[in-house]
């Protein structure tokens, strides 16, 4: 349904983006917190947390296909579907407990900004995710023992707070969930103050929550995978008048990682931005991708979504065994979960392009660590699992984003990539 003003929009952006940099003045820096990952300090793959991460992400885009199921059906993937919710229990015996004392090591894994809300505001910091499409913080009404280190909302506190009907909730995967009514508050966003944002403080926050830094989640996708079935902030800034152009950047990296609202930071990146139009609904969706190992494209014509808030990267399985075939010596290594192994002193060369560029994964971000310590084998950044996104969809998270700047555009619905400033 966008293709058409996509196009329009590449050659608009092409001009936009090869031009004096005069958006740069109207736009913003969010600077973001480092973050973790799933590899310990010595090097081995974390195959606990990255179980965790799993089982949060599937239960995350669960919740996004039960939304988009509602909020626009026709707009879902060929094959989406939503998937049974998975909790650590089921996925082995003592995984809960395991889970928990993995999670309790204070490893935040988010790259988290601040943002304020209300009047005067208080400060939360924030996983900026553009895998959904809420805001949600806790409330000072929350009685989980995850809220107890969190910066609070408290609404009487506020004289631009208002309680709105209904309530959200999400499940994440440790038998609780992350609930609460709907309010609508100003919310502040490197100095980019949006009024009446809707957003959930949450009285209830999953366990999973309680040791990660970031208070809690704002959705940078669309609003047709929005829970609470409102606009996003950035689009709410946007139609506010409060950015000059509806475009968000993002580079994640080991320093110097930051959101950029309202266009593009141009001392983030060299060269041009390649667009891509936006496929599908709900999400940051484009197609034509094809995965490419050692030069040689080994899976072709995909779908990918582009999410910051995952850590990883996941495909279908059969197209994900399909990759690692042309891994010399790769193995599953935990078929449950699809996690894959290879041998370490061989790792090939991971690219993606869209008929474009060929964007490199960097071999450290595609690298997982050693299976266990000593270990000659290592696993990979990429995972096969039915998410339930769709036949034919990859979600490319952070392992991707580390290797490329990120231009999100809802503007014109296309998402950029360019080279990373040395
Ligand atoms: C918390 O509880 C109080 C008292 O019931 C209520 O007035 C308020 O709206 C609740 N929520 C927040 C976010 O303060
Ligand atoms: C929202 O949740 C509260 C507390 O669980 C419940 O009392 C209320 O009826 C719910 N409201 C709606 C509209 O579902
Ligand atoms: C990816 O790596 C190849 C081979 O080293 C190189 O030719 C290409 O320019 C790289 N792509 C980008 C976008 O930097």
Request: proline share 5%.
């Amino acid at each position: 349904m966008f293709s058409k003003s996509a196009l329009i929009a590449t050659v608009t952006l092409a001009l936009l983006t090869s031009a004096t940099p005069v958006d740069r003045a109207q736009g913003t820096v969010v600077p973001f917190a480092k973050r973790s990952g799933l590899t310990t300090a010595d090097g081995v793959f974390d195959h606990k947390k990255a179980i965790v991460d799993m089982v949060h992400t599937h239960n995350k885009h669960r919740q996004n296909m039960v939304n988009l199921h509602k909020n626009d059906p026709d707009g879902m993937n060929e094959g989406a579907s939503i998937r049974p919710l998975r909790t650590y229990e089921t996925s082995g015996s003592h995984e809960k407990r395991q889970a928990e004392s993995t999670i309790d090591q204070g490893n935040g894994e988010d790259w988290a900004g601040p943002i304020s809300i209300g009047t005067p505001g208080t400060n939360f910091l924030i996983d900026f995710d553009t895998g959904s499409s809420d805001l949600w913080v806790p409330s000072t009404n929350c009685t989980s023992v995850a809220c107890v280190s969190k910066s609070k909302y408290i609404a009487a506190a506020s004289s631009t707070s208002h309680e709105q009907g209904g309530n959200f909730s999400i499940h994440y995967g440790d038998g609780s969930t992350v609930s609460g009514p709907v309010f609508t508050d100003t919310v502040t966003v490197a100095g980019i103050k949006v009024d009446n944002q809707y957003f959930s403080p949450v009285t209830t926050l999953s366990d999973k929550f309680a040791t990660d830094p970031m208070d809690g989640i704002l959705g940078m996708a669309y609003q047709s995978i929005s829970s609470l079935g409102q606009p996003p902030f950035a689009n709410q800034a946007k139609s506010q008048g409060k950015l000059r152009y509806g475009i968000f950047s993002m580079k994640l990296s080991v320093q110097g990682s930051e959101l950029y609202l309202g266009g593009l930071d141009f001392s983030k990146f060299t060269e041009r931005v390649e667009w891509h139009p936006v496929t599908g609904s709900g999400y940051w969706q484009i197609a034509n991708a094809n995965a490419i190992v050692n030069g040689k494209a080994v899976n072709s014509g995909f779908q990918t979504i582009i999410d910051s808030g995952t850590t990883i990267m996941y495909g279908p399985p059969s197209d994900v065994a399909a990759f690692y075939k042309s891994f010399p010596g790769a193995s599953e290594f935990d078929s449950q979960n699809g996690i894959w192994q290879f041998p370490c002193s061989g790792q090939p060369t991971v690219a993606f392009n869209w008929g474009g560029k060929t964007w490199n994964v960097s071999a450290s971000d595609f690298n997982l660590g050693m299976t266990s310590p000593g270990s000659s084998y290592c696993i990979g950044a990429l995972a096969g699992q039915d998410l339930g996104l769709g036949d034919n969809v990859w979600l490319l998270g952070d392992s991707f984003m580390k290797s490329v700047y990120t231009v999100f555009s809802f503007d014109q619905n296309s998402v950029g990539f360019a080279k990373l400033a040395p």
